[in-house]
């Protein structure tokens, strides 16, 4: 009986995982104080309010500096209406519309003001791509 329920429980999600967002991506600059990483953000979105786990370095802990958004490199290929009704199911839609309305307005944005002294603006040399920053925590 007890092998029984055990072969037909299914193992239950785990919250905690839901409600967190991980990247898959590797790391293209490490320096004592400062990590570059490009990637995929999955799950939730990521906050740069927040502190990350990074694994295989000497400090695992770390404070985000900077997130910002590059071009997909290998676009899935989708009509206007498919498109339109992945951004409706997704919570993508109000960070894509208001980077797009930071764009067009003649001021450079909100992310600029709030953007912390000494940080500067840092591209792939290989590819052009913008990384994120993160640095150190304290």
């Not at 590059?70 to 498109?83: F, G």
């Not at 000494?118 to 993160?134: F, I, L, M, N, R």
Request: glycine share 6%.
């Amino acid at each position: 009986a007890i092998l029984r329920q055990i072969a037909v429980t299914f193992p239950q999600d785990v919250t905690w995982k839901e409600n967190r967002s991980y990247m898959l991506g590797e790391v293209s600059h490490v320096r004592e104080d400062e990590v570059h990483i490009k990637g995929y953000i999955r799950q939730n979105f990521l906050s740069a309010k927040r502190l990350v786990h990074l694994t295989g370095l000497p400090v695992l802990s770390w404070r985000i500096k900077r997130i910002e958004f590059a071009s997909d490199p290998c676009p899935v290929k989708l009509s206007q209406k498919e498109k339109d009704k992945v951004l409706s199911t997704s919570r993508a839609q109000s960070i894509v519309s208001s980077r797009n309305a930071s764009r067009q307005s003649s001021r450079r944005g909100s992310f600029d003001e709030m953007k912390p002294d000494g940080v500067e603006e840092v591209k792939d040399k290989q590819t052009g791509a913008k990384c994120v920053q993160v640095g150190a925590a304290s």
